[in-house]
């Protein structure tokens, strides 16, 4: 019971002081009030453009990185494909050569085989 009496003393006591001290408070007038609203809304909007503006130029910076990367990562794409075309070229046009190299030693080798027949 002496529990229950003290907190709500407590209570009280804490009610007259907080009443007490927002009376001690100087609260602003409604034109001071203005004056501050306009100068937090005013900051918030010029942060505001200022986050948009880093964010349009990083974004363009960001995007002319991107095609040029991608400009020449293409352009060395086909530089490989150009090179692999020319060694496949090279690669036939030496097989081309070595079958009609072969081609001329069966008919030399038939026309040998042939005269060695006749005689």
Not at 73 to 80: A, D, E, L, N
Not at 86 to 108: I, P
């Amino acid at each position: 019971m002496a529990k229950e009496k003290n907190n709500k003393s407590n209570n009280k006591n804490f009610a007259k002081e907080f009443r007490g001290e927002l009376k001690r408070v100087s609260w602003p007038s409604s034109k001071q009030m203005v004056n501050n609203v306009v100068a937090v809304i005013s900051i918030v909007i010029v942060t505001s453009l200022i986050v948009f503006c880093l964010d349009l130029a990083f974004e363009g910076i960001s995007n002319f990185a991107n095609s040029k990367l991608n400009e020449k990562i293409k352009s060395q794409q086909t530089q490989v494909v150009e090179e692999n075309t020319s060694a496949d070229k090279q690669e036939q046009n030496t097989s081309e050569e070595g079958n009609n190299e072969t081609s001329e030693n069966d008919k030399n080798v038939d026309t040998q085989e042939a005269s060695t027949v006749e005689n």
